[in-house]
T-cell receptor
Framework: QKEVEQDPGPLSVPEGAIVSLNCTYS??????FMWYRQYSRKGPELLMY????GNKEDGRFTAQVDKSSKYISLFIRDSQPSDSATYLC?????????????FGTGTRLLVSP | DTAVSQTPKYLVTQMGNDKSIKCEQN?????MYWYKQDSKKFLKIMFS???????INETVPNRFSPKSPDKAHLNLHINSLELGDSAVYFC??????????????FGPGTRLTVT
């Protein structure tokens, strides 16, 4: 079983829909949680970052972390066709002196006009 | 003004060959990484260097050897290539070893196909 689980999708939604992307994890040492977006044939780029539990909002994007359930979410409001990409969650334990990110397998999102 | 660049972008080679992938970053970062992304999009860290010192060395066949001539460069040499080495290899960089400096910047990837 992988340390980080993520539904690979694809998740198909119409433009304007609210999208919910999720990851579960097993390692309770994870403290830093990130969402990366990866367009086809490109490298991942950081979207959102949260530390420990709680919510963080940035424009149309909201990241939530529930450490008690070992569950993190990314919500996208008013989704656009340009949001079509693979979304990777990533996490890292706090007590390492280096940034060893553990990634989920990514969820492919398709937003149709 | 590319931040993290990799060469080549595509690499097609036969089993048994030796090949290298080069990575350069112009962000002034001191930490660089190599990741492997398989056909199912699973991205897994292989190596990390901080100031030319190897700090992450995951369970990777010793046919893979990273080399960091300076802070801005991290190369990956692969000996005796196997079919299972086919994947996209991403280089990334970040500033600092502390998790507080979290953002890793990724290159465009090198798509390796072993036939």
């Amino acid at each position: 079983q992988k340390e980080v689980e993520q539904d690979p999708g694809p998740l198909s939604v119409p433009e304007g829909a609210i999208v919910s992307l999720n990851c579960t994890y097993s390692n309770s040492a994870f403290q830093y949680f990130m969402w990366y977006r990866q367009y086809s044939r490109k490298g991942p780029e950081l979207l959102m970052y949260t530390y420990s539990s709680g919510n963080k909002e940035d424009g149309r994007f909201t990241a939530q972390v529930d450490k008690s359930s070992k569950y993190i979410s990314l919500f996208i409001r008013d989704s656009q066709p340009s949001d079509s990409a693979t979304y990777l969650c990533a996490m890292s334990p706090m007590n390492t002196g280096f940034q060893k990110l553990v990634f989920g397998t990514g969820t492919r999102l398709l937003v149709s006009p | 003004d590319t931040a993290v660049s990799q060469t080549p972008k595509y690499l097609v080679t036969q089993m048994g060959n030796d090949k290298s992938i080069k990575c350069e970053q112009n962000l002034g970062h001191d930490t660089m990484y190599w990741y492997k992304q398989d056909s199912k999009k699973f991205l897994k860290i292989m190596f990390s260097y901080n100031n030319k010192e190897l700090i992450i060395n995951e369970t990777v066949p010793n046919r893979f050897s990273p080399k960091s001539p300076d802070k801005a460069h991290l190369n990956l040499h692969i000996n005796s290539l196997e079919l299972g080495d086919s994947a996209v290899y991403f280089c990334a960089s970040s500033q600092g070893r502390r998790a507080a400096n979290y953002e890793q910047y990724f290159g465009p990837g090198t798509r390796l196909t072993v036939t």
